[in-house]
């Protein structure tokens, strides 16, 4: 390796630099790059998905679907769940016990290669979601437009009387009403202010924290964040340095359906309240590795990937061999049937044309639902002592407990419709299905966990990105994040990256620089 030239030198290269790499990160173009190979590897094979515990709606379209699309079943249950989390949590929160209550929103993400056929379920699966979105925004198109046009008159009306208040304010003429009945005439109008029309919005993929926060202060009050291209999400101003705290925090004030208020001097105050949120995130294991890498691992400290059914299902390439589309695919159907009918159902809203805040029907557990919940809370508690098999992702086991009740709920509304009762069924099967997502959370979190090697390299690969111009190894032990701040470190975390084909060194003007692989980010 060429010697350390001093900062004056260095700085000299950068001009070169950039006009040999058009990237300013350091990403080199072209194709000569290799795939990346995943940073984080899930610890042996996963348990077999379990099946029986959907509910039967859920269970047969996600059976009949991936016979055909052959994804592996996760892929598929997660699309199915994603799409009846949408549909019921409008409707129904869910209570614990008299003290524990909360919103049944379900945060799924779910890890694949590409090529796995994670668009082609999760198009499929939301088919329903979206139709009824087109038809709805195409009923409601007229009373958009009368209202759009009774609010250009009342708003040139308004400014007409708040002009003529300036007016008699500065001491103009005395002719016409008076400064007390203009000021009466303002307050009248602003009574008969033209009410937007709430027009549905179901899905949002890429979205600043403040831009959410105004979209669901304003806007439908139940959505999702959905995308089966977590990249976009991941990658987005979003989850910039400079943004990553807000946004997931906003996402946890949103899982636990708490009010959060943004105050901004320059766009306005935004209180959101009353507002529901399903995440359905399907990422590329680079992806995935950069979330879990992004504020040198923000999204653990944080809690923000302890709320997520996380799932990396083995893969079916190399085993699905054509088959044609079936002229009728009945279970979906009544899959999509159950879904519309919910979305048709009236929100509960507590002043409806106001801010639009929920109040959805609250479920109990039955009694035997009750007692089965109380098992599985301290079965679960157990695993997370020290040496138990959930030790080392404490933070999910901790959210467990209440996402079977969540998955019991949704699974219980779209089978019976909206009720105020949960069944030791129901939450028997919510209860199998959490289980085997922790034990998804334990085999894809824990590798990470277990090597210091592969975090540093992940926390390192996210400062590389964010650098700009050239970056040398001496670079990383004056500016990079501080646990690589040790020569031995430093040089284990880029022995990874360079090893997967995240990075590469290459000489510029005699000076050797890192290079980030641009594949490495899809």
């Given amino acids: ?191 008969t202010r033209p009410i937007p029309v709430l027009v549905p919005s179901l899905f949002i993929e890429d979205a600043t924290p403040e831009a959410l926060a105004l979209a669901l202060a304003n806007g439908w009050p139940s959505t999702s964040l959905w995308s089966d291209e977590a990249g976009v999400v991941i990658g987005s101003h979003a989850m910039s340095d400079q943004t990553v705290i807000r946004t997931m925090a906003l996402l946890n004030r949103l899982w636990d359906a708490l009010p959060f208020d943004r105050r901004r001097a320059t766009s306005g105050d935004v209180t959101v309240r009353g507002r529901r949120l399903t995440v359905n995130l399907m990422a590329q294991p680079t992806v995935f590795s950069a979330l879990v890498g992004i504020g040198d691992g923000l999204a653990r400290g944080l809690g923000f990937l302890a709320r997520f059914l996380l799932s990396w299902p083995t893969s079916t390439m190399g085993t699905r061999f054509y088959k044609p589309l079936p002229a009728v695919l009945p279970t979906l159907g009544e899959f999509d049937r159950r879904v519309r009918g919910l979305l048709e159902m009236p929100l509960p809203f507590e002043h409806a044309g106001t801010d639009n805040a929920l109040v959805p029907l609250l479920m109990q557990l039955s009694a035997p639902a009750r007692a089965a919940w109380i098992s599985f809370f301290d079965d679960t508690e157990r695993t997370v002592a020290p040496g138990g098999d959930a030790a080392p992702v404490g933070d999910v086991a901790a959210k467990t407990a209440e996402q079977a009740v969540r998955l019991a709920a949704i699974m219980s509304v779209v089978e019976q419709g909206v009720g105020d009762s949960i069944s030791l069924e129901a939450m028997e099967a919510g209860c199998a299905i959490a289980a085997w997502h922790l034990g998804e959370a334990r085999r894809i979190l824990a590798s990470a966990a277990a090597d210091p090697a592969t975090a540093d390299a992940i926390s390192l690969l996210h400062w590389l990105r964010g650098r700009t111009g050239p970056t040398a190894r001496h670079h990383i032990l004056q500016f990079g994040p501080a646990r690589l701040r040790d020569k031995s470190r430093r040089d284990g975390a880029l022995k990874r990256l360079l090893e997967t084909d995240h990075v590469r060194e290459v000489s510029v003007a005699g000076q050797s620089v890192l290079l980030c692989n641009p594949k490495s980010k899809e």
């Avoid at 030198?9 to 630099?17: I, K, M, N, P």
């Avoid at 990346?36 to 509910?55: F, H, K, T, W």
């Avoid at 979206?130 to 040139?156: F, G, H, M, S, Y």
Wanted: no cysteine; charged share 30%.
């Fill in 1 to 191: 390796m060429a010697s350390k030239p001093d900062d004056a030198a260095w700085d000299d290269l950068a001009s070169e630099f950039a006009a040999k790499y058009k990237d300013p990160s350091g990403d080199a173009g072209g194709d000569d790059w290799p795939e990346p190979q995943p940073l984080i590897r899930p610890l042996g094979e996963p348990e077999s998905y379990p099946l029986d515990a959907l509910s039967p709606t859920l269970r047969d379209a996600v059976v009949e679907y991936s016979g055909y699309g052959q994804q592996p079943v996760p892929i598929a249950a997660a699309a199915a769940l994603g799409a009846a989390s949408l549909a019921v949590q409008g409707l129904v929160d869910v209570a614990r016990d008299d003290g524990l209550r909360g919103p049944v929103s379900l945060f799924l993400l779910t890890i694949a290669l590409s090529g796995e056929r994670k668009t082609s379920a999760d198009k499929r699966f939301r088919e329903a979601t979206r139709l009824w979105q087109a038809d709805e925004r195409k009923r409601l198109d007229p009373d958009v437009k009368e209202v759009a046009i009774a609010t250009v008159a009342w708003t040139a009306e308004h400014d007409g009387i708040v002009a003529k208040i300036k007016r008699a304010s500065g001491g103009g003429s005395s002719k016409g009403p008076s400064l007390e009945a203009l000021k009466a005439m303002l307050a009248d109008l602003d009574k």
